[in-house]
């Protein structure tokens, strides 16, 4: 049982602040992984719960008792890293028993803990041998048992499969997965690449120049990005952001892009919903490439539009359209339009459309 | 602007058979991909063309010229590479000058200057000109080696893994500038990748390499739908084409290591038109079995009960990992199915899309027939 909360923690390198003012509430047996681009912080933010790096400011709690002075030792939590950090001269058993030695324990309890981890992660075959005689994925789930085998109170892994080729890669994040699911322990992981967030997380946290963007559900985070920056990092291909302007009567309203004759056909509830920024401060609109219909005919809100480069991807289609000025890349049904310079017709489903505030970058929050 | 054959070309480095019986044929203003794994023989094809190699065997045609004493200068084509191999210390206008530049070439000065003002418009890098190229991104110094081609107006492109070294988002935004580049210019383009989402985005054609010999030559839709071999059908798609080891009976497909059944078109005579009837010839004869994950439907009567074994979720759907007993296969569904890890499933498959190869040679039963 352990719960995670970081309060108002500032991280200085010099004069350059990488953590700045970050709050963070981790539940009891929840999967939390830090995702963001190299150097926003994600790393830093990893090491400070762990007690590798001290904080300038705030509070680390952990079960409600404040640790930013602890120890790293002190504080029960186990870390693992991208490389893998073995002893080379100790065999697989030596390696994982060896965060027992100082506990005390018999050797036929260490000896029963050891055989258990080792049967959940699938190694009891490779106990016998030198980590040199081991596969990368082998040897990151020794790691993996080293950590877990003091059963600690969180686990804390810093991309641990970033070094491992991309098949291999799939394979261990599924098994880190199920690990989880079957252990069910407090974890913290740290990685770069969206799908594996999106895949692992039961609450993605978003980090970029130091600064939490957004703390959500891997649907959350998806389907409504607090910001341009989450809206355009999660996702591939990258969510469409075009300058747009709003206009409208009593019935209905349109939304028409830099450049563009006409606009898109929108329900009159979003002049509601968008108060005062339909006339005054400027705004982008957020579509995925799923949320631009194309149709071959032309139907009640559909704009006449060209189709400019196609991208078969196999199962779909990316179809770059030409609006205005802006480029709009609709997902479409495998061979679904002919080829570059087809005339098609498209909308754009208000369902799962974003507003955007260009100056501040912040969604308006909008949900049509 | 060229046309380009190889006709059996083979080409040993020692003992090595780095390519063996090649022929291919880029018509004008192609865009040719050249997909394969590392040391299947991509960039010495690429060399071949270039004139920076010479084959062991065979003849290089452009535009139906043997070109084997032609020299690398006369053969007129443009190299981009992986590494961007610009002048640090020159500005990127200076860069796109210097081709244009040597004495024998004898551009006039307006030329040079409409042709580097043209590419740079093209390439979109028209506000970096006047920057030192050591001071520009990565995305922005392969624009500029690409540009450095574009000037010299060359008769062919030949393009070595240019998006490799890039960052994801960068390589999926470049993609189509490529594209759309080649469009524009309607040149002849050769681009050699390891990345198959490269070779089904951007290529006209694609050529599948493999150990030095062309495995497939065909658009990117009859590559993924109609794959040679089991090699082509689990290297091109992600997640890959699930192949199952089975055999036919009485015209169900039956998997091998669970016994598992679903149904097979082939065996009604209709739906999938190429494809050879199941009928008693077939019955029994080891086959391998191959599904796309988007045609792997979970259906709550679906004849096969599986567990979820892994859940990847991309936001716009999901990649199941569901596990037979040993067997396991992928299924692509929408973002909004809720599946937990450990959760039995039942699914089926859409009949009409399977495709059938030989177990013992891997060819796809079409191919061969």
Request: net charge neutral; proline share 4%; with cysteine.
């Given at each position: 049982?352990?719960?995670?909360?970081?309060?108002?923690?500032?991280?200085?390198?010099?004069?350059?602040?990488?953590?700045?003012?970050?709050?963070?509430?981790?539940?009891?047996?929840?999967?939390?992984?830090?995702?963001?681009?190299?150097?926003?912080?994600?790393?830093?933010?990893?090491?400070?719960?762990?007690?590798?790096?001290?904080?300038?400011?705030?509070?680390?709690?952990?079960?409600?008792?404040?640790?930013?002075?602890?120890?790293?030792?002190?504080?029960?939590?186990?870390?693992?890293?991208?490389?893998?950090?073995?002893?080379?001269?100790?065999?697989?058993?030596?390696?994982?028993?060896?965060?027992?030695?100082?506990?005390?324990?018999?050797?036929?309890?260490?000896?029963?803990?050891?055989?258990?981890?080792?049967?959940?992660?699938?190694?009891?075959?490779?106990?016998?041998?030198?980590?040199?005689?081991?596969?990368?994925?082998?040897?990151?789930?020794?790691?993996?048992?080293?950590?877990?085998?003091?059963?600690?109170?969180?686990?804390?892994?810093?991309?641990?499969?970033?070094?491992?080729?991309?098949?291999?890669?799939?394979?261990?994040?599924?098994?880190?997965?199920?690990?989880?699911?079957?252990?069910?322990?407090?974890?913290?992981?740290?990685?770069?690449?969206?799908?594996?967030?999106?895949?692992?997380?039961?609450?993605?946290?978003?980090?970029?120049?130091?600064?939490?963007?957004?703390?959500?559900?891997?649907?959350?985070?998806?389907?409504?990005?607090?910001?341009?920056?989450?809206?355009?990092?999660?996702?591939?291909?990258?969510?469409?952001?075009?300058?747009?302007?709003?206009?409208?009567?009593?019935?209905?309203?349109?939304?028409?892009?830099?450049?563009?004759?006409?606009?898109?056909?929108?329900?009159?509830?979003?002049?509601?919903?968008?108060?005062?920024?339909?006339?005054?401060?400027?705004?982008?609109?957020?579509?995925?490439?799923?949320?631009?219909?194309?149709?071959?005919?032309?139907?009640?809100?559909?704009?006449?539009?060209?189709?400019?480069?196609?991208?078969?991807?196999?199962?779909?289609?990316?179809?770059?359209?030409?609006?205005?000025?802006?480029?709009?890349?609709?997902?479409?049904?495998?061979?679904?339009?002919?080829?570059?310079?087809?005339?098609?017709?498209?909308?754009?489903?208000?369902?799962?459309?974003?507003?955007?505030?260009?100056?501040?970058?912040?969604?308006?929050?909008?949900?049509? | 602007?060229?046309?380009?054959?190889?006709?059996?070309?083979?080409?040993?480095?020692?003992?090595?058979?780095?390519?063996?019986?090649?022929?291919?044929?880029?018509?004008?203003?192609?865009?040719?991909?050249?997909?394969?794994?590392?040391?299947?023989?991509?960039?010495?094809?690429?060399?071949?063309?270039?004139?920076?190699?010479?084959?062991?065997?065979?003849?290089?045609?452009?535009?139906?010229?043997?070109?084997?004493?032609?020299?690398?200068?006369?053969?007129?084509?443009?190299?981009?590479?992986?590494?961007?191999?610009?002048?640090?210390?020159?500005?990127?206008?200076?860069?796109?000058?210097?081709?244009?530049?040597?004495?024998?070439?004898?551009?006039?000065?307006?030329?040079?200057?409409?042709?580097?003002?043209?590419?740079?418009?093209?390439?979109?890098?028209?506000?970096?000109?006047?920057?030192?190229?050591?001071?520009?991104?990565?995305?922005?110094?392969?624009?500029?080696?690409?540009?450095?081609?574009?000037?010299?107006?060359?008769?062919?492109?030949?393009?070595?893994?240019?998006?490799?070294?890039?960052?994801?988002?960068?390589?999926?935004?470049?993609?189509?500038?490529?594209?759309?580049?080649?469009?524009?210019?309607?040149?002849?383009?050769?681009?050699?990748?390891?990345?198959?989402?490269?070779?089904?985005?951007?290529?006209?054609?694609?050529?599948?390499?493999?150990?030095?010999?062309?495995?497939?030559?065909?658009?990117?839709?009859?590559?993924?739908?109609?794959?040679?071999?089991?090699?082509?059908?689990?290297?091109?798609?992600?997640?890959?084409?699930?192949?199952?080891?089975?055999?036919?009976?009485?015209?169900?497909?039956?998997?091998?290591?669970m016994n598992f059944e679903l149904p097979y078109a082939g065996a009604a005579g209709g739906g999938n038109g190429g494809m050879p009837k199941a009928g008693g010839a077939m019955d029994g004869r080891p086959l391998v079995f191959g599904i796309r994950p988007e045609d792997v439907h979970l259906e709550s009567g679906a004849p096969v009960e599986a567990m979820v074994h892994?859940?990847?979720?991309?936001?716009?759907?999901?990649?199941?990992?569901?596990?037979?007993?040993?067997?396991?296969?992928?299924?692509?569904?929408?973002?909004?199915?809720?599946?937990?890890?450990?959760?039995?499933?039942?699914?089926?498959?859409?009949?009409?899309?399977?495709?059938?190869?030989?177990?013992?040679?891997?060819?796809?039963?079409?191919?061969?027939?």
């Open positions: 049982m352990t719960q995670i909360e970081l309060r108002g923690v500032q991280k200085y390198f010099g004069a350059v602040q990488v953590i700045k003012n970050l709050n963070l509430a981790i539940a009891d047996n929840e999967f939390i992984v830090l995702l963001g681009q190299s150097g926003c912080g994600k790393t830093t933010t990893l090491r400070a719960v762990a007690g590798l790096e001290t904080i300038d400011e705030g509070d680390i709690l952990i079960d409600g008792k404040p640790v930013q002075n602890l120890k790293a030792a002190d504080r029960d939590i186990a870390l693992v890293f991208q490389s893998f950090s073995l002893y080379p001269h100790m065999s697989v058993y030596e390696n994982i028993a060896f965060p027992l030695r100082a506990t005390r324990k018999s050797k036929a309890e260490i000896d029963t803990e050891v055989r258990s981890i080792a049967k959940t992660l699938q190694i009891t075959h490779l106990l016998g041998l030198k980590p040199s005689a081991l596969s990368g994925g082998d040897m990151q789930r020794v790691a993996i048992g080293r950590a877990l085998v003091r059963r600690p109170k969180a686990l804390l892994m810093d991309e641990p499969i970033g070094a491992l080729d991309a098949k291999l890669r799939e394979e261990m994040r599924a098994e880190i997965k199920r690990l989880h699911v079957r252990q069910g322990s407090t974890t913290i992981y740290v990685t770069h690449d969206q799908i594996e967030a999106m895949s692992l997380a039961d609450r993605i946290v978003i980090m970029h120049e130091g600064v939490l963007q957004q703390v959500g559900t891997p649907d959350e985070v998806y389907s409504r990005p607090a910001n341009l920056f989450v809206a355009q990092f999660v996702g591939s291909p990258v969510m469409n952001v075009a300058e747009a302007a709003v206009a409208g009567d009593t019935d209905s309203a349109t939304v028409k892009l830099k450049g563009a004759d006409t606009g898109f056909e929108f329900p009159q509830a979003l002049l509601s919903k968008l108060n005062g920024h339909a006339s005054g401060g400027k705004l982008a609109l957020g579509i995925r490439p799923e949320g631009v219909i194309v149709s071959h005919d032309k139907a009640q809100g559909f704009l006449p539009v060209e189709a400019q480069i196609i991208e078969p991807l196999g199962s779909y289609d990316i179809v770059d359209l030409k609006v205005g000025s802006s480029i709009l890349r609709a997902r479409t049904r495998s061979g679904f339009v002919g080829g570059a310079g087809a005339k098609v017709f498209a909308r754009i489903d208000p369902e799962q459309a974003h507003f955007f505030d260009t100056a501040s970058g912040q969604s308006l929050g909008v949900r049509l | 602007m060229a046309h380009i054959q190889l006709k059996n070309i083979s080409k040993k480095f020692g003992n090595h058979t780095a390519l063996a019986d090649l022929d291919l044929d880029i018509a004008d203003g192609e865009f040719f991909v050249l997909l394969g794994e590392t040391g299947a023989g991509k960039t010495t094809t690429l060399r071949l063309i270039a004139g920076l190699e010479k084959p062991t065997e065979g003849q290089v045609f452009i535009d139906g010229v043997d070109v084997a004493d032609w020299g690398a200068a006369e053969r007129d084509v443009a190299l981009v590479l992986q590494q961007y191999s610009l002048y640090p210390r020159y500005t990127v206008r200076e860069n796109l000058e210097f081709p244009l530049r040597p004495k024998i070439r004898r551009v006039p000065e307006a030329e040079i200057k409409d042709r580097v003002a043209r590419a740079a418009q093209t390439l979109r890098i028209e506000h970096l000109l006047d920057r030192k190229t050591d001071r520009l991104s990565g995305g922005e110094m392969q624009r500029v080696s690409i540009g450095r081609a574009i000037v010299r107006k060359p008769r062919v492109f030949l393009m070595d893994e240019p998006l490799s070294a890039l960052d994801a988002k960068l390589r999926e935004s470049l993609r189509t500038d490529l594209k759309s580049l080649q469009m524009q210019l309607g040149a002849t383009f050769l681009f050699v990748t390891h990345d198959q989402i490269e070779a089904m985005s951007m290529g006209d054609k694609i050529g599948v390499l493999n150990h030095g010999r062309i495995v497939q030559t065909g658009t990117p839709q009859e590559i993924y739908n109609n794959p040679r071999d089991t090699y082509v059908a689990s290297f091109v798609g992600s997640p890959p084409m699930n192949l199952i080891d089975g055999k036919l009976v009485d015209g169900r497909a039956v998997m091998a290591p892994d859940v990847e979720n991309h936001g716009v759907e999901k990649i199941l990992t569901l596990r037979v007993g040993d067997t396991t296969l992928r299924a692509t569904v929408p973002a909004r199915t809720d599946v937990q890890i450990e959760q039995p499933v039942r699914f089926a498959w859409n009949p009409d899309k399977v495709v059938l190869f030989d177990k013992a040679s891997g060819v796809s039963l079409q191919h061969s027939a």
